[in-house]
């Protein structure tokens, strides 16, 4: 059974810093495609970034330059650098894992960009 524990949501300001954190437990780390969605109130669920199984990390126009996605295979663990935000990037953030045919979700962390 594979977990992803998503860390790091908060209030944040508008221009400041949030790191958001996704661990994974119950299947090697290695095997998956790794990312992050998101969700703002009363829209759908919109793809943020991934990072490839080699590292190779993917953005959404919306986020490209302020956010950074990366892996740490040694910690099972994979992160969401969210700089320069935005009131409009006000959304429960969640991790997703892609093995094969399979994906499997986080439970969701809120980020809320207000002053």
């Known amino acids: 059974q594979v977990q992803l524990v998503e860390s790091g949501g908060g209030l944040v300001q508008p221009g400041g810093s949030l790191t958001l954190s996704c661990a994974v437990s119950?299947?090697?780390?290695?095997?998956?495609?790794m990312g992050w969605y998101r969700q703002a109130p009363a829209k759908q669920r919109e793809w943020v970034a991934t990072?490839?199984?080699?590292?190779?990390?993917n953005y959404a126009d919306s986020v490209q330059g302020r956010f950074t996605i990366s892996r740490d295979n040694a910690k099972n663990t994979v992160y969401l650098q969210m700089n320069s935000l935005k009131p409009e990037d006000t959304a429960v953030y969640y991790c997703?894992?892609?093995?094969?045919?399979?994906?499997?979700w986080g439970q969701g962390t809120q980020v809320t960009v207000s002053s």
């Open positions: 119950g299947s090697p780390f290695t095997t998956y495609t």
């Open positions: 997703f894992a892609d093995r094969f045919t399979n994906r499997y």
């Open positions: 990072v490839t199984r080699g590292g190779t990390p």
